[in-house]
């Protein structure tokens, strides 16, 4: 688990390097898609993978506005680095893989379920930008 976590926040940083990201905010990109993966792992034991993908978003949705408010950057910067331990980028390619092996029934499984992350991952990004907006409001 030492691993993945660490694995998790190198890749959100790296991301984050990618995506030109200012360099004060690698590090709060890492954490956020580090903690993102800790909410994932955790809940996927126990409830199915889309909904641990749910909340694991929601998670990061939080802690990306949290980092916004404190380090005065748009929250995007956090919430796209947080996501990208969470991307199904594998099960896209193994979908497409199947139907370019003619292996219909497997590649709309696949792609179903890359699908259904991917919808999780939008909903639970846009859930997170509503609950800190009502708070905002409610605060004000």
Do not use: H
Request: net charge positive; with cysteine; aromatic share 10%.
């Amino acid at each position: 688990m030492i691993l993945q976590l660490i694995t998790s926040f190198i890749a959100a940083a790296t991301f984050c390097i990618l995506f030109n990201a200012p360099k004060r905010a690698l590090l709060q990109c890492g954490t956020a898609g580090m903690v993102g993966w800790v909410v994932y792992l955790l809940l996927d034991e126990r409830w199915d993978t889309v909904i641990a993908t749910f909340f694991a978003t929601v998670v990061v949705g939080v802690v990306s506005q949290m980092f916004a408010r404190s380090f005065k950057m748009p929250v995007i910067i956090f919430s796209v680095g947080g996501i990208i331990p969470l991307v199904p980028g594998g099960l896209a390619y193994d979908a497409m893989r199947k139907f370019v092996e003619k292996d219909y029934i497997d590649a709309v499984q696949i792609a179903t379920q890359a699908l259904l992350l991917s919808g999780a991952i939008a909903t639970g990004l846009v859930l997170s930008e509503v609950l800190g907006q009502s708070i905002r409001r409610k605060s004000r």
